[in-house]
């Protein structure tokens, strides 16, 4: 993607608007996946895009990129970060459920994790580091996993009031 930066140079004098956009999208959906779906780069549950949203994106993307001709590969490259994103978020929202499961049979472990911080730092965090060592986007789509399906239990009467 390094590559991009040419075509986002607001210096340059022949800088195509439309040329500067697409490229300008790919830029902000390369960070988006990078970060786990949150436009702040780090765990956000407000901001935070789930996999099925930017896939189908995606696949508009590589749809209007076919017919432009412009960016079609770098649209594709990021398409086939989307299955180990989707195992990912998928793998982090069951650890939750097996963490809940566990919890439920010990009031004082339950108290824990529902707290937010709590249930971040020393279940979400960690078992990320594990499964993941060196992949930090996966990293973060774990977390955001687990810390979506830890907001949806823990805050459901809050969500479905929104």
């Not at 780090?42 to 696949?59: N, T």
């Not at 108290?111 to 973060?140: R, V």
Request: with cysteine.
């Amino acid at each position: 993607m390094d590559h991009l930066q040419q075509f986002i140079d607001l210096r340059r004098t022949d800088l195509d608007p439309e040329v500067f956009a697409a490229a300008l999208a790919i830029y902000h959906v390369s960070k988006l996946i990078a970060s786990g779906g949150s436009s702040s780069g780090h765990p956000d549950l407000e901001s935070v895009l789930p996999p099925r949203q930017i896939e189908a994106f995606l696949d508009r993307a590589i749809s209007s990129a076919q017919k432009t001709k412009r960016f079609e590969l770098e649209w594709r490259s990021l398409q086939r970060a989307i299955p180990p994103i989707k195992m990912a978020w998928g793998n982090g929202q069951a650890h939750f459920q097996e963490t809940l499961t566990r919890a439920m049979d010990h009031p004082e472990e339950i108290e824990y994790l529902s707290q937010i911080d709590f249930a971040a730092d020393c279940y979400a965090y960690p078992a990320a580091l594990k499964i993941y060592p060196h992949e930090g986007a996966l990293q973060a789509w774990y977390i955001n996993g687990y810390m979506l399906s830890w907001q949806a239990h823990f805050f459901a009467n809050e969500i479905t009031s929104h």
